[in-house]
C-alpha cells in the first residue's frame, strides 16, 4: 500500500505571497490532519478533515485553511505569509472511524519564507 | 505546565543498552497514546500505540502506560546506532480525538 505522499517537498516564498500544500492519504483512509514543526514550538495540530468536513482545528490564525476532496486528498492554504510561518508542514492519515486511530505522516513539505 | 513534558536530552546509551525514554503528560482524559521516532531532516514515524494501562511490547520495543500516575514510557531493547533519532510521545483526548498533541521530543545517540 502507497503511503501518505505530500506536494511539493520544499517551496520557497516571500512574505505578503500565498501558498497551497496538497496531501493524498494513504487508500482507504478518510481522515487527514495537518501539522506544523518548527524548532521552537515543536509539532503542533493545525486542522483535520474527514469526509471533506473539517472536525478539529488548532489555535492557529484563519491565515491558514484547509479543504478536503471526495477522494480524500486535501490541501492546505496560508495566505499572506509571514517569516514565522516557514516550517515544516506535514499532514498525517487515518482511517478516521474512531477516536485514538493511528495517524500515519508523509514526508512534509519544507516551506522557507523570506 | 505543558500539556506534555519529555526530557529534551541527549539520552546518549552505548549499543546494546537498554535506552528508557519517558513522557508525563497534564491531561486526566487522555486516550491514547503513541510512540514516533524522528530521524533529523524526517518525518515521524510511528513506533507503537498503547490505549489501556500495562506494558505493551513489539520487537526490541515496550511501552508502559501508567494512566493514574500520567506517565507514559518507551524502553528500547538492545540499542543500535540505527536508534539513534528524536523520539515523540504523543496523546489525543476523549474530546477531541483526531488531535495529537505532541510532546517536545528526546533525543537519542546511541555510541557504537
Known amino acids: 500500500k502507497a503511503g501518505v505522499t505530500q506536494t511539493p517537498r520544499y517551496l520557497i516564498k516571500t512574505r505578503g505571497q500565498q501558498v497551497t500544500l496538497s496531501c493524498s492519504p494513504i487508500?482507504?483512509?478518510?481522515?487527514v490532519s495537518w501539522y506544523q514543526q518548527t524548532p521552537g514550538q515543536g509539532l503542533q495540530f493545525l486542522f483535520e478533515?474527514?469526509?471533506?468536513?473539517?472536525?478539529n482545528k488548532g489555535n492557529f490564525p484563519g491565515r491558514f485553511s484547509g479543504r478536503q476532496f471526495s477522494n480524500s486528498r486535501s490541501e492546505m492554504n496560508v495566505s499572506t505569509l509571514e517569516l514565522g510561518d516557514s516550517a515544516l508542514y506535514l499532514c498525517?492519515?487515518?482511517?478516521?472511524?474512531?477516536?485514538?486511530?493511528?495517524?500515519?505522516f508523509g514526508p512534509g513539505t519544507r516551506l522557507t519564507v523570506l | 505546565q505543558k500539556e506534555v513534558e519529555q526530557n529534551s536530552g541527549p539520552l546518549s546509551v552505548p549499543e546494546g543498552a537498554i535506552a528508557s525514554l519517558n513522557c508525563t503528560y497534564s491531561?486526566?482524559?487522555?486516550?491514547?497514546f503513541f510512540w514516533y521516532r524522528q530521524y533529523s531532516g524526517k518525518s515521524p514515524e510511528l513506533i507503537m500505540s498503547?490505549?489501556?494501562?500495562g506494558d505493551k511490547e513489539d520487537g526490541r520495543f515496550t511501552a508502559q502506560l501508567n494512566k493514574a500516575s500520567q506517565y507514559v514510557s518507551l524502553l528500547i531493547r538492545d540499542s543500535q546506532p540505527s536508534d539513534s533519532a528524536t523520539y515523540l510521545c504523543?496523546?489525543?483526548?476523549?474530546?477531541?480525538?483526531?488531535?495529537?498533541?505532541f510532546g517536545s521530543g528526546t533525543r537519542l545517540l546511541v555510541r557504537p
Open positions: 498503547i490505549y489501556s494501562n
Open positions: 498525517a492519515s487515518s482511517a478516521g472511524l474512531a477516536g485514538g486511530d493511528t495517524q500515519y
Open positions: 491531561d486526566r482524559v487522555s486516550q491514547s
Open positions: 487508500s482507504g483512509h478518510r481522515s
Open positions: 478533515y474527514f469526509s471533506e468536513t473539517q472536525r
Open positions: 504523543a496523546f489525543s483526548r476523549m474530546d477531541s480525538s483526531y488531535k495529537l498533541i
